[in-house]
């Protein structure tokens, strides 16, 4: 069979092969994988926090929350993950010098959400960093009153490091450059609070 030297290289492949076969595997090669993404039940991206998520300390009022902590939910991770990094961290916080409100890490791969509540206190599932206020599990937001509204970046980051693989403790700083050449990807989400 000829064909004409301007007739397009799908549609004489069609003629050839048949249009059902060459319509499959043109689908087929320009599949891309499903992006890492983080997700969570509480919140939209950019949506606002409901208070109970809000942080909870008798000696600051602008802590009047339940300290408890959002679900979330991830998928498509890198093919290698072993363990997965949690931060979550207010830019807004301290005037802009931003506050570290959640560093949790040794998440094995297995594991791909948090219930409600999960971080809130300590758990085999997490390995406990340290946050900004020295605690080693979720704290949530405490912003000023009467102040904009802040927003709270969550970052889920997936490793190379086995889930058992670092001592608990570190903080952010510490878990960022203990990261340097095990990262294998990272994908975010933004929640925002005010009074």
């Known amino acids: 069979m000829k064909t004409h030297s301007s007739l397009p290289l799908a549609a004489a492949l069609a ?111 997490i390995v406990g960093g340290t946050n900004t206020v020295g605690l080693n599990t979720y704290f949530g937001p405490c912003p000023p009153h009467n102040q904009r509204v802040h927003h709270y970046i969550i970052n889920i980051v997936a490793t190379d490091f086995d889930p058992g693989a670092l001592r608990a403790g570190f903080t952010h700083e510490e878990m960022v450059a203990g990261l340097a050449g095990h990262v294998l990807g990272s994908t975010s989400i933004v929640a925002t609070y005010a009074h």
């Open 15 to 125: 003629l050839a092969l048949g249009a059902g076969s060459v319509s499959a595997s043109l689908v087929y090669a320009d599949t891309k994988p499903a992006p890492f993404t983080l997700t969570s039940s509480a919140f939209k991206d950019g949506g606002k926090l409901a208070q109970k998520f809000a942080g909870n300390l008798k000696s600051n009022p602008n802590c009047d929350g339940q300290n408890i902590s959002p679900a979330l939910s991830w998928s498509n991770a890198p093919a290698a993950t072993k363990s997965f990094v949690i931060f979550m961290v207010d830019p807004d916080g301290r005037n802009g010098l931003g506050v570290d409100h959640w560093v949790a890490y040794g998440i094995p791969a297995s594991k791909t959400s948090l219930r409600e509540g999960e971080a809130s206190a300590a758990t085999p599932a």
